[in-house]
């Protein structure tokens, strides 16, 4: 069984990883090769300063760029998938039912918990803009995440309002003691570039999720040893 699981969330991590790199490369990558130009100074606000073209410098696709992006898109949601699928097996032993259909709502949720909480106070940002340490960054995230991790799952399993009020205080308290911010906020892209990276950020993040919660879902099912000893699915 333990095995099975396994093969399933490799898999399921596999097929997510490729939609989110595909996603990622079509257009999401233009966006950070555009501000990469205004950080090395080959753009600059209302007008270029080289000869080189925004639109030229983001054409066309990088081997190496694009192999190495794949690569970390397939290991980030391989991991994703296995703590997703050992979640929604424990989910299944309370009595929860696990299908494809409400594999889509495990995937929302896991958007909500790995993107969007922590995104509240601390979204992507562009090449180029000012920002504190990364470890100071990595350690908020880090905490805001099991947080928000915790909260979801009283709010999904809990059965007192003790719980769901946990799971209120839990979401909230990261935002209350605040994401580490630099003294002035400064950098050389747009704003509207960087607002329209976010939300492309946002955009590919929230269908790798969906596809990673419905295919969690439906290799679980699809597992025989939870047939054999008579475990629903």
């Known amino acids: 069984m333990f095995k099975q699981i396994i ?36 753009l600059v606000h209302f007008g270029s300063a080289s000869d080189v073209s ?44 696990i ?42 995230w880090t905490m805001t995440v099991a947080a928000a991790g915790i909260a979801v799952w009283l709010a999904a399993f809990g059965r007192s309002p003790a719980a769901w009020g946990a799971a209120i205080v ?9 994401a580490p911010e630099p003294e002035f906020f400064a950098g050389p892209a747009p704003t509207e570039l960087g607002a329209l990276f976010v939300s492309r950020a946002y955009g590919v993040s929230l269908a790798a999720w969906t596809a990673l919660g419905i295919l969690s879902a439906f290799f679980l099912r699809l597992d025989p040893a939870r047939e054999r000893t008579g475990v629903a699915a």
């Open 7 to 42: 093969a399933g969330a490799i898999l399921a991590g596999a097929g997510a990883g490729l939609c989110a790199s595909l996603l990622q490369i079509v257009f999401v990558q233009p966006v950070l090769l555009h501000a990469e130009l205004y950080e090395s100074g080959q």
């Open 170 to 178: 839990l979401l909230l308290l990261p935002h209350i003691v605040g």
């Open 99 to 140: 299908s494809a259909r409400n594999g889509l709502v495990w995937g929302a949720c896991g958007f909500f918990v790995v993107q969007f909480a922590p995104g509240f106070s601390l979204a992507p940002e562009v090449p180029g803009v000012a920002v504190v340490d990364v470890q100071t960054r990595q350690l908020w």
């Open 54 to 97: 925004a639109d030229q410098a983001v054409a066309g696709f990088d081997l190496q760029r694009d192999s190495l992006t794949t690569a970390f898109n397939l290991l980030v949601y391989t991991g994703y998938a296995l703590i997703l699928t050992a979640l929604m097996a424990l989910a299944q032993l309370r009595g929860a039912t």
